[in-house]
Nanobody, 116 residues
Framework: QVQLVESGGGLVQPGGSLRLSCAVS????????VNWYRQAPGKERELLAT???????TYADSVKGRFTISRDNAKNTVYLQMNSLKPTDTAAYYC??????????WGQGTQVTVSL
């Protein structure tokens, strides 16, 4: 089992920045891909960023150039740096680590609200 705990969400004005954190309960980054998703009310869950083990990081077009995924292997922590935030970025944000169908874990989510 792998536990994920997200933090860093909150209320921010348009154009502002937030950094989300996802603390992972054990060292898995060499064998698991790390993903950030979000889900707004009434919408499907959207994949924002993927960092595969040893592979190339990819981003959804909706966040490319504004969001950056990173990880600290020593701290077993994944980050999502979000800049130039827009009201349309308002959603619950989820951290996910994936190896295969049997090893697919989610955090509890953290709310991000972008509003004046």
């Amino acid at each position: 089992q792998v536990q994920l705990v997200e933090s860093g969400g909150g209320l921010v004005q348009p154009g502002g920045s937030l950094r989300l954190s996802c603390a992972v309960s054990r060292s898995i980054f060499r064998t698991y891909a790390v993903n950030w998703y979000r889900q707004a009310p009434g919408k499907e869950r959207e994949l924002l960023a993927t960092m595969p083990p040893g592979g190339t990081t990819t981003y959804a077009d909706s966040v490319k150039g504004r969001f950056t995924i990173s990880r600290d292997n020593a701290k077993n922590t994944v980050y999502l740096q979000m800049n130039s935030l827009k009201p349309t970025d308002t959603a619950a944000y989820y951290c996910n680590v994936f190896q295969d169908a049997q090893n697919n874990y989610w955090g509890q989510g953290t709310q991000v609200t972008v509003s004046l």
